[in-house]
């Protein structure tokens, strides 16, 4: 990425930033109901896709930090970082809500994602 213009390196950083960004909380909401899902087995769901959120915010946010000057880590990035410097989704920030919302904010959150990533792959500089 060090060829683009400076306004698009921002642009791209940003952008990566509020992807990981988003991943991240999703996961962290998602972990809200171990050991509180309505049965054993939507419980470990539950857990193992909070995991995979935290495990794509980590890719995203290795990303952007090796974009910064200087680099930081992905847990920089996560963990230090102001509450005003967070670029998330607002449906992701949303408090957990019953059992169904939970579910219902997952597979909207799931859909974008999808889209998301159908075209950056189809781009030519993915």
Partial sequence: MDTLPKDL???????VLR???TELIMGHRMSEWCGHGPVL??????ANMSLDCIGHAKFLLEE?????SPVKSADELAYFRGVREFRTALMAELPRGDF???ILR????????????????????A
């Fill in 19 to 21: 992807l990981g960004d």
């Fill in 106 to 125: 997952q597979y909207f959150c799931s859909l974008f994602f999808a889209e998301v990533y159908a075209e950056l792959a189809s781009c030519g500089s």
């Fill in 100 to 102: 169904a919302f939970t």
């Fill in 41 to 46: 087995e939507e419980d470990i769901a539950l």
């Fill in 64 to 68: 952007v930090g090796g974009l910064d």
């Fill in 9 to 15: 390196h921002n642009a791209y950083r940003e952008y």
